[in-house]
């Protein structure tokens, strides 16, 4: 399909099939720790759900960058996908180094709806289920 099809469909198709999955490991990890409580592959399910948030969030910058026709980042024309998901792990975290800042006003809500999503992930989701994971362990 590469070439028949427009690069802003391939970029939303690619960005909906990425937040397809943390959504579909969410309701398999709610079900887990439901069942059996909050075991290791619990933890992990977690930890694996946050890494692909950070990665449907690459693809959704790449999404915008293609639709908007400008450049997404003030300090470079040219990004490549590393790029894009260096930037996300960096608002994700919140760590923000600086060396990549969006050029425009959409690409400055959606690191702020990310940094959002990664802090309130990990105060809710990550906290329970390490909770409930040493609770059970002192069991």
Same mark, same amino acid.
């Given at each position: 399909a590469v070439g028949a099809i427009s690069t802003s469909i391939t970029f939303a198709?690619?960005?909906?099939?990425t937040l397809a999955v943390p959504a579909t490991l969410s309701r398999g990890l709610l @079900?887990?720790? @439901?069942e059996r409580g909050a075991t290791v592959q619990a933890v992990a399910g977690?930890?694996?759900?946050?890494l692909?948030?950070?990665?449907?969030?690459?693809?959704?910058i790449g999404f915008v960058s293609v639709v908007a026709h400008a450049q997404f980042f003030v300090q470079s024309g040219h990004v490549s996908t590393s790029d894009r998901v260096y930037y996300s792990f960096t608002v994700l975290t919140t760590t923000g180094f600086g060396d990549f800042t969006a050029a425009h006003g959409a690409g400055r809500a959606l690191a702020v709806l990310e940094m959002l999503i990664g802090q309130i992930y990990l105060v809710t989701v990550i906290s329970i289920l390490i909770g409930r994971r040493i609770e059970q362990s002192r069991r």
């Amino acid at each position: 399909a590469v070439g028949a099809i427009s690069t802003s469909i391939t970029f939303a198709v690619g960005a909906v099939m990425t937040l397809a999955v943390p959504a579909t490991l969410s309701r398999g990890l709610l @079900r887990l720790v @439901r069942e059996r409580g909050a075991t290791v592959q619990a933890v992990a399910g977690g930890l694996a759900i946050y890494l692909l948030l950070g990665l449907a969030f690459a693809s959704l910058i790449g999404f915008v960058s293609v639709v908007a026709h400008a450049q997404f980042f003030v300090q470079s024309g040219h990004v490549s996908t590393s790029d894009r998901v260096y930037y996300s792990f960096t608002v994700l975290t919140t760590t923000g180094f600086g060396d990549f800042t969006a050029a425009h006003g959409a690409g400055r809500a959606l690191a702020v709806l990310e940094m959002l999503i990664g802090q309130i992930y990990l105060v809710t989701v990550i906290s329970i289920l390490i909770g409930r994971r040493i609770e059970q362990s002192r069991r």
